[in-house]
């Protein structure tokens, strides 16, 4: 067949979402210098296309430079040198998001064995890059509870898919999600045995748990598109980052996907349209929306606004 003949597949559906985050600080004393690390650029890949980005920074940094770091991230360096008692940094991006899992089916992957057979350690084997998720890091020690946790859903024979679709359904249904009882230096097995947490807790909780059992994890950052009450119209700047997971679960067989299955404990979801991915890594600390150090400021009022809405409703009226 020729190939202006081949029949072409049907593009998947998507939304087009506007990300707004917003990040100030405001110091109790001048900060006399400064370096800060961005990760607010959203991925670009299959799953979904970055249409615009723009990051301000105010006051006007010295030098701005952009790299991608070995996860495929996109991180923005900035320095300040002149004294400032505060900083604002906004970033803008408008994304096409695609339904990645359309069709899945969760028999259809690899078993849970054949899977940690993949990720073990072979003399003379082939390197498995997904590997490099399967160790412990900074926020996501090993712990034997975590291991027994997750062995109720993770039978050796069973579809990897289905058992940790089963594994976030139980995290779900376990733990409460409780804003405030946690910050980002709470131990996870701190976050298991209270049963309580917020989204990063539980990302990193589950990440845990998989990582316990031989199994391939990372950490993914991103946002969420939230749907206000019937009748009412969408808060600005009330959303917030979020954080989820992706397992490597070779076999899924959707095509033009990679291995990477998406999950949201949070929410009890695998994510499709309301989704939007910034970053992956070993866990929160490689995918910081922003961090630095600061020479001076004293104590400092940190305040977050995030506004995720679709494009069309940020058209004025009229257009």
């Known amino acids: 067949m020729r190939p202006d003949l081949a029949p072409s597949l049907p593009a998947p559906p998507f939304v087009r979402l506007s990300v707004v985050h917003e990040t100030e600080y405001r110091y109790a004393f001048p900060v006399e210098m400064a370096h800060h690390v961005a990760c607010l650029r959203p991925l670009s890949d299959a799953?979904?296309?970055?249409?615009?980005?723009?990051?301000?920074?105010?006051?006007?940094?010295?030098?701005?430079?952009?790299?991608?770091?070995?996860?495929?991230?996109?991180?923005?360096?900035?320095?300040?040198?002149?004294?400032?008692?505060?900083?604002?940094?906004?970033?803008?991006?408008?994304?096409?998001v695609f339904a990645r899992y359309e069709g899945l089916d969760l028999a259809q992957s690899a078993t849970v064995a054949e899977v940690q057979g993949q990720l073990s350690y072979r003399a003379h084997a082939d390197f498995q890059p997904a590997s490099e998720f399967a160790?412990?890091?900074?926020?996501?020690?090993?712990?034997?509870?975590?291991?027994?946790?997750?062995?109720?859903?993770?039978?050796?024979?069973?579809?990897?898919?289905?058992?940790?679709?089963?594994?976030?359904?139980?995290?779900?249904?376990?733990?409460?999600?409780?804003?405030?009882?946690?910050?980002?230096?709470?131990?996870?097995?701190q976050v298991f045995r209270e049963r309580q947490g917020v989204c990063q807790d539980f990302a990193h909780l589950m990440i845990g748990c998989l990582r316990a059992c031989g199994l391939s994890a990372r950490y993914v950052s991103g946002y969420l598109l939230t749907?206000?009450?019937?009748?009412?119209?969408?808060?600005?700047?009330?959303?917030?980052?979020?954080?989820?997971?992706?397992?490597?679960?070779p076999g899924l067989g959707l095509p033009g996907t990679d291995p990477w299955l998406d999950l949201d404990p949070t929410n009890n979801c695998i994510p499709a349209l309301d989704h939007i991915r910034v970053a992956h890594g070993r866990d929160f600390g490689d995918v910081t929306p922003l961090r630095g150090v600061i020479r001076g400021g004293g104590q400092h009022t940190l305040v977050v606004r995030v506004t995720t809405r679709p494009v069309e409703e940020c058209q004025p009226q009229g257009k």
């Not at 006051?59 to 505060?86: E, K, M």
């Not at 579809?159 to 980002?184: C, G, N, S, W």
């Not at 749907?227 to 679960?249: E, F, M, T």
């Open 47 to 96: 799953g979904q296309r970055l249409r615009q980005f723009e990051m301000s920074v105010s006051p006007q940094p010295l030098q701005h430079s952009v790299r991608t770091d070995s996860f495929g991230n996109s991180l923005g360096y900035f320095s300040l040198s002149a004294p400032h008692g505060s900083l604002q940094v906004v970033a803008r991006s408008e994304v096409d």
């Open 135 to 189: 160790y412990a890091s900074a926020y996501v020690p090993l712990h034997q509870e975590l291991r027994d946790y997750a062995q109720q859903s993770l039978q050796p024979d069973r579809p990897l898919a289905e058992a940790v679709h089963e594994l976030m359904q139980r995290v779900h249904q376990d733990f409460k999600y409780a804003p405030l009882t946690t910050d980002i230096s709470t131990p996870i097995l």
């Open 227 to 249: 749907h206000p009450p019937k009748g009412q119209p969408r808060l600005i700047g009330a959303d917030a980052s979020h954080a989820w997971l992706s397992v490597w679960c």
